[in-house]
């Protein structure tokens, strides 16, 4: 049989199984690139099994690929940029570094006149205000996801918590934010035309997304404002591929809080409720090809499914067949790890219950 291409991708979680699966319904073969060799892509493409930083490995799969992307941001750009010269890399390395810093994330949606929360950067603990005036968010400049790597300081004990933590590393220090919602925008680009997809609403338990509702439940005007916000995002960075844009509702106010430079986990709805998915129109962007308007073929609920939910998204299929259940195929069900999904196209929301509260 022959390929149209073959794509190579850096991680084979959950991301790197669905982006497989994508790519492979249009008959391009994948190879991935993941420490675990029972990785979920594994399921589905072939593996390298390697750290992300084996320059090594990477240049192996450089030389068996077409065109690399990768499944999440904490992968090594010194690695991807040291076989530049034998493979396509669409989305560059650029984004990526941007993306890994919120320092650089930050100073680029300044530039770029995106409403952010005010910010300051902390190099030290020496940085930190001495007092609490304010409730404020100390978050690491790199790596922390899901509430890892973070301190909300509200009173003396969690100021001593952001000291220790900007001791052990550069951090941003944010004004916490009185907001009504938080929702997400995602953008597929091509380099030079980009899609848009519904504005999402999240809903968020410890820290890990819990529940996507699409569209989002916010007026017309402001749904309008945050997808602008979105596209000159994407025009900005000449995007390539898949990028969600977290946000929040303040008022009458969006305000951009994360980029993530790759599909969502806000954004798995896509596969059933809209007419490509993210993960379609990332494999198209990255290709260059042309890229679909976006259509929302019913309201849906996404819910997460964590270790601890397994049995309950099992059951709760059985018992409503039209809800669409994707499992990754981990090996383990660890407690708050993602196992899986659900998603039910509703118009009413607020009957899909959360498996975690």
């Not at 940029?81 to 994330?105: C, F, H, K, W, Y």
């Not at 599909?263 to 129109?281: K, L, R, V």
């Not at 309950?312 to 790890?337: M, V």
């Amino acid at each position: 049989m022959s390929y149209t291409k073959t794509i190579g991708i850096l991680g084979g979680g959950q991301l790197g199984q669905m982006m497989a699966i994508a790519a492979i319904y249009r008959g391009h073969r994948v190879v991935v690139l993941d420490p675990a060799a029972d990785c979920p892509a594994s399921k589905v493409a072939e593996v390298i099994v390697a750290p992300y930083d084996d320059e090594n490995a990477v240049r192996e799969l450089a030389k068996r690929s077409d065109l690399i992307t990768y499944e999440f941001e904490n992968v090594d750009a010194n690695a991807l940029d040291s076989v530049a010269t034998l493979t396509n890399i669409p989305q560059g390395t650029d984004l990526l570094r941007m993306t890994q810093d919120r320092r650089r994330e930050k100073a680029f949606l300044k530039d770029a006149g995106i409403p952010i929360a005010p910010y300051q950067v902390i190099e030290s603990a020496a940085d930190l205000p001495e007092e609490i005036s304010q409730v404020r968010v100390l978050k690491t400049a790199r790596g922390g996801y899901d509430g890892h790597g973070q301190v909300v300081i509200r009173d003396e004990e969690d100021l001593k918590k952001a000291r220790e933590l900007a001791d052990s590393a550069p951090c941003v220090l944010e004004d916490f934010l009185t907001f009504e919602m938080e929702i997400s925008v995602i953008v597929s680009g091509n380099g030079k035309d980009i899609t848009v997809f519904p504005v999402q609403e999240n809903i968020h338990r410890h820290n890990i997304l819990s529940k996507t509702i699409v569209p989002a439940r916010i007026s017309d005007e402001l749904a309008q404002k945050a997808k602008a916000l979105a596209w000159k995002i994407a025009k900005n960075l000449q995007l390539y591929g898949t990028l969600c844009i977290e946000m929040f509702v303040a008022g009458g106010e969006i305000l951009v809080n994360e980029l993530a430079p790759r599909p969502h986990n806000s954004g798995h709805y896509s596969i059933e409720a809209c007419d490509f998915s993210q993960f379609d129109t990332h494999i198209l962007g990255i290709l260059g090809e042309n890229l679909p308007e976006i259509t929302l073929h019913a309201p849906a609920v996404m819910l997460n499914v964590l270790g601890q939910d397994m049995q309950k998204a099992i059951s709760y299929q059985k018992e409503h067949p039209k809800a669409h259940l994707h499992l990754y195929g981990k090996e383990q069900a660890k407690h708050n790890r993602k196992m899986g999904h659900v998603t039910v196209l509703t118009d009413r929301p607020d009957e899909v219950e959360e498996f975690h509260l």
